[in-house]
């Protein structure tokens, strides 16, 4: 079936950049999405790709697409603290855009 | 704008007790959602509803129901909870189904059963 998947963490210093992979196995994926959810709250969405772009720029985050490897990126420019946060890679396809898929999330700590 | 706001925002049960959980959305969306949270298993979905009118159950839909009130309201109901219903329950919306339409999410629901 369908899979998304994430590593779970990543650490960063700050100022410097991040950068969360995700896979996704379904190759008729249409839209990509990056959600944030910091602690306590829900998720929100950070930026998305249709699948035919392969990048997309939104100040300090950049998306970049592969499609032949089934490869996303989130890079965060100039990681702040206020980055902390769960990021979540999900992805649509046009067989079954009833529902998203999604990954586990990584959990991304800035240190200062 | 309040977009999804959902109620309790905690909540203690003991097993084998009820409770309904509110979510309402002020967007017009035609979408609305029911998600579960817990470590280790990422979001999965409950059930869901494409349009006011009609629901569909998810991946997880087991012990629950929901109920879609009017076009802003989708209720979820545990009748008689378990203690493996103790997790963080998220309600979203979204325009619609079947196309780019990023879903909106309300700030969850802590929901423990002992």
């Known amino acids: 079936g369908e899979d998304v998947e994430q590593s779970l963490f990543l650490s960063v210093r700050e100022g410097d950049s991040s950068v969360i992979n995700c896979t996704y196995t379904?190759?008729?994926?249409?839209?990509l999405y990056w959600y944030k959810q910091e602690p306590g709250a829900g998720l929100q969405l950070l930026t998305y790709i249709f699948s035919n772009m392969d990048m997309k720029q939104d100040q300090r985050l950049t998306v970049l697409l592969n499609k032949k490897d089934k490869h996303l990126s989130l890079r965060i420019a100039d990681t702040q603290t206020g980055d902390s946060a769960i990021y979540f890679c999900?992805?649509?396809?046009?067989?079954?855009?009833?529902?998203?898929?999604w990954g586990l999330g990584t959990s991304l700590a800035v240190n200062p | 704008n309040a977009g999804v706001t959902q109620t309790p925002k905690f909540q203690v049960l003991k097993t084998g007790q009820s409770m309904t959980l509110q979510c309402a959305q002020d967007m017009n969306h035609n979408s609305m959602y029911w998600y579960r949270q817990d470590p280790g298993m990422g979001l999965r979905l409950i059930y869901y509803?494409?349009?006011?009118?009609?629901?569909d159950k998810g991946e997880v839909p087991n012990g629950y129901n929901v109920s879609r009130l009017n076009k802003r309201e989708f209720s979820l109901r545990l009748e008689s909870a378990a203690p493996s219903q103790t997790s963080v329950y998220f309600c979203?919306?979204?325009?619609?189904?079947?196309?780019?339409?990023?879903?909106?999410f309300g700030n969850g629901t802590r929901l423990t059963v002992t």
């Open positions: 979203a919306s979204s325009e619609a189904m079947g196309r780019n339409s990023p879903l909106h």
């Open positions: 509803s494409a349009s006011e009118g009609t629901t």
């Open positions: 379904d190759s008729s994926s249409t839209y």
């Open positions: 999900a992805e649509s396809n046009a067989g079954n855009n009833r529902k998203l898929i």
